[in-house]
């Protein structure tokens, strides 16, 4: 005789593409559930919503610059934040997303950030918090410590954001 899961591969969901860890089992990053532009799936959003909530995700922030299907978080039951990454006075947006990231993750929250790729805005922004909270000690083995665990090389606006998370002022402790 055969033993049944008690929940099916479906029920599971599907694990969002380009998912990494940044704090295991506290803090990851992946590209836009469902993917973005031509290869965006309404299916496969789905299945990926449903992987995050079953991972016991209590928290998704989008820093996509339009908020589409993010109401899409609240039919499945997942919480969500849209945090759009400006295209100017990013260091002040810095210093507000730093600190309300560190505040979730000192409450216990495990939380999903994702832009529609997983590129240099969110790798960049990733980067520039670990530095900024102390978590990495330089510039350089930040953008090399976030490279490798996405495995992907930060361009210019990545960096750019490094850059300017090294001149924030530092966490309170």
């Known amino acids: 005789m055969m033993a049944v ?12 593409r380009n998912f990494h860890w940044v704090i ?3 803090l990851a990053v992946c590209e836009r559930p469902g993917g973005y532009g031509a290869n965006h799936r309404k299916v ?3 299945e990926e919503i449903i992987w995050v909530r079953e991972q016991g995700f209590t928290c998704v922030i989008s820093i996509t610059g339009a908020p589409h299907n993010l109401h899409n978080y609240d039919e499945l039951g997942v919480v969500w934040r849209h945090r759009p990454l ?8 810095e210093l507000t997303f730093f600190r309300e990231l560190r505040q979730l993750l000192e409450s216990g929250e495990r939380v999903l950030i994702h832009s529609e790729e997983l590129g240099d805005r969110v790798c960049g ?3 520039g918090y670990l ?3 102390g978590l990495v ?5 930040t953008v090399t410590v976030v490279e490798r665990l996405t495995q992907r090389q930060l361009g210019p606006l990545g960096r750019e954001l490094v850059s300017m998370a ?7 402790v």
Not at 5 to 16: D, T, V, Y
Not at 86 to 93: N, V
Not at 166 to 172: D, F, I
């Open 166 to 172: 090294e001149r924030l002022p530092s966490p309170e």
């Open 131 to 133: 530095l900024w909270n």
């Open 5 to 16: 899961a008690s929940k099916g591969k479906w029920a599971q969901g599907i694990r969002p």
């Open 125 to 127: 922004l990733i980067a």
């Open 24 to 26: 295991t089992d506290h």
């Open 44 to 46: 496969r959003r789905q």
């Open 86 to 93: 400006p295209e100017d006075d990013r260091a002040a947006f």
């Open 137 to 141: 000690d330089t510039a350089p083995r």
